[in-house]
């Protein structure tokens, strides 16, 4: 299993970001997807997730009305539309995979610990 996370970069605040993260290794029914961050100084913390077909999903208080995640089944690509960027959403932002019971499941997953394999991540720096 391999999760590769692109999309990063510098902007503006109020701007915008999408970041991205390929799956390969794994049947696209058969995985749950989450976001997690960190920020500098912070434990790593949890920002979105979705099922296997992401159309159940949950997002972070902090991001709810901001960031979307959806996922391109075809394409096994997951991904993080941020938008209203704030200072406070500088991080570090990883994508994560749950195969365990996530065949055709209709629940996402909040805890890092739920997860069992990981991107390396992307720098997201957001300035005032």
């Known amino acids: 299993v391999q999760l590769q996370a692109s999309g990063g970069g510098s902007v503006r605040a109020g701007g915008s970001l999408r970041l991205s993260c390929v799956a390969s290794?794994?049947?696209?029914?058969?995985?749950?997807m989450g976001w997690f961050r960190q920020a500098p100084g912070k434990e790593r913390e949890f920002v979105a997730a979705?099922?296997?077909?992401?159309?159940?999903?949950g997002l972070s208080d902090s991001v709810k009305g901001r960031f979307t995640i959806s996922k391109d089944i075809d394409k096994g690509t997951t991904y993080l539309q941020m938008n209203s960027l704030k200072p406070d959403d500088t991080a570090v932002y990883y994508c994560?995979?749950?195969?365990?019971?996530?065949?055709?499941?209709?629940?996402?997953?909040?805890?890092?610990?739920?997860?069992?394999?990981w991107g390396q991540g992307t720098l997201v720096t957001v300035s005032s």
């Open positions: 994560a995979a749950r195969t365990q019971g996530a065949l055709y499941a209709t629940r996402w997953h909040k805890l890092q610990s739920e997860y069992d394999a």
């Open positions: 290794g794994l049947t696209p029914s058969s995985y749950a």
């Open positions: 979705c099922n296997w077909s992401g159309d159940i999903a």
